[in-house]
């Protein structure tokens, strides 16, 4: 078990660009979720799969934002047209019953 | 609409002393229930859960919540504290007959133990 993994730590973008961010999850863990974090608040969720199946986008993710689990394993998020009100730190977990298992996250800023 | 509310963002307690961090959501239907904890650059960590039967859940290292269903509470103490208990503290819930696996996160406090 080798924990919930995120690449890259950290991204810089110029406004206006895509990124793309991945997520490994814990291997035997069937769901996996994206949640936003900014300063000061807590994880706003985003998105979760249950196996490769999207089931629930949160209603104030704007469509610039899409997520894919395509084999059931990995997890890509992506935001196109990057605007400064993206910079935050993007978070997924995995879970298998109760509870949801965080990675360390992947901090960007739009610049 | 389900929401979570921490009412305290910051929690300043000295070293030995008891605290509590409150913890409510918006709905009396069925729960899971959970806290987190976030050390300085460390990513969120459980602490502790309620899912079923005793509504009196504890935690290694000292920390308990207690499930309050007519007040639809979830707070969390600790009977003495020390300064490495410094942190931030999210409540999280999962509303079960919504029919989702979602986890609802509230604000978090910070908690910060003074020597």
């Known amino acids: 078990d080798t924990g919930v993994s995120q690449d890259p730590r950290h991204k810089i973008t110029k406004r206006g660009q895509n990124v793309t961010f991945r997520c490994d999850p814990i291997?035997?863990?069937?769901?996996l979720y994206w949640y936003r974090q900014t300063l000061g608040q807590g994880p706003e969720f985003l998105t979760y799969?249950?196996?490769?199946?999207?089931?629930?986008k949160s209603r104030l993710l704007s469509d610039r934002f899409s997520a894919e689990r395509p084999k059931g394993s990995f997890s890509t998020l992506e935001i196109q047209r990057t605007e400064q009100g993206d910079s935050a730190m993007y978070l997924c977990?995995?879970?298998?019953?109760?509870?949801?298992?965080f990675g360390s996250g992947t901090r960007l800023t739009v610049v | 609409a389900q929401s979570v509310t921490q009412l305290d963002s910051q929690v300043p307690v000295f070293e030995e002393a008891p605290v509590e961090l409150r913890c409510n959501y918006s709905?009396?239907?069925?729960?899971?229930l959970f806290w987190y904890v976030q050390y300085p650059n460390q990513g969120l960590q459980l602490l502790l859960k309620y899912l079923s039967g005793s509504t009196l859940v504890e935690s290694i290292n000292g920390f308990e919540a207690e499930f309050n269903k007519s007040q639809t509470s979830f707070h969390l103490r600790k009977p003495s504290v020390h300064i490495s208990d410094t942190a931030e503290y999210f409540c999280?819930?999962?509303?079960?007959?919504?029919?989702?696996?979602?986890?609802?996160f509230g604000t978090g406090t910070r908690l910060k133990v003074l020597a």
């Open positions: 999280a819930v999962r509303f079960i007959s919504s029919g989702t696996y979602k986890y609802i």
């Open positions: 977990a995995s879970s298998l019953g109760w509870g949801i298992d």
């Open positions: 799969f249950q196996n490769e199946a999207q089931l629930e």
């Open positions: 291997s035997e863990h069937n769901r």
């Open positions: 709905s009396s239907v069925s729960v899971y």
